[in-house]
T-cell receptor
């Protein structure tokens, strides 16, 4: 299957700082990328959907000013958690899909810990 | 919107036995049903998927069945091995560009050696 690379895999940051997570599609053009958040022992919760070159569409209850998503190219999307707080600590996962394909492939996930 | 229910939430089997995980969906327009395996600390990995124009698909020890009338689909793992232990998620989507997957709640499968 296609490869989606997410970086970093783990990050620890101080409260009030911002953290950027990158999601790259390595061998296909990701016209659509999805960002999920996963709490321990829970399912994936969709945060936002982004199409290359367009503004992201956020799910209800997700603060777009706190979780900044940029999808400036067909192979890269970034999620920036701004002014992070301990409650933002979670596992964040990206997914990418080529518009002409059915399958969506996931990155390895990023474990964010805010101290 | 779509709603996907997954059962059981945990499943323990003996090595070599079969495991079955079931999901139901609510939106009859959904036509794509993937299954993902997630190991601890990693992202979900697509293991098999099925589209609504077929009723069954098999890939070695893994098979998926789909009943469109009843709106449910199942994952079958035969001859389970300890390395099959993971969390499995079903999902459903209407196959249109940009549409997101709706996930089930997940099943923690434990295969005892």
């Amino acid at each position: 299957g296609a490869v989606v690379s997410q970086h970093p895999s783990r990050v620890i940051c101080k409260s009030g700082t911002s953290v950027k997570i990158e999601c790259r599609s390595l061998d296909f053009q990701a016209t659509t990328m999805f960002w999920y958040r996963q709490f321990p022992k829970k399912s994936l919760m969709l945060m936002a959907t982004s199409n290359e070159g367009s503004k992201a569409t956020y799910e209800q209850g997700v603060e777009k000013d706190k979780f900044l998503i940029n999808h400036a190219s067909l192979t890269l999307s970034t999620l920036t958690v701004t002014s992070a707080h301990p409650e933002d600590s979670s596992f964040y996962i990206c997914s990418a899909r080529d518009g002409g394909a059915t399958e969506a492939f996931f990155g390895q996930g990023t474990r964010l810990t805010v101290v | 919107g779509e709603n996907v229910e997954q059962h059981p939430s945990t499943l323990s089997v003996q090595e070599g036995d079969s495991a079955v995980i079931k999901c139901t969906y609510s939106d009859s327009a959904s036509n794509y049903f993937p299954w993902y395996k997630q190991e601890l600390g990693k992202g979900p990995q697509l293991i098999i998927d099925i589209r609504s124009n077929v009723g069954e698909k098999k890939d070695q020890r893994i098979a998926v069945t789909l009943n469109k009338t009843a709106k449910h689909f199942s994952l079958h793992i035969t001859e389970t091995q300890p390395e099959d232990s993971a969390v499995y998620f079903c999902a459903a989507r209407y196959n249109n560009a940009g549409n997101m997957l709706t996930f089930g709640g997940g099943t923690r499968l434990m295969v005892k050696p």
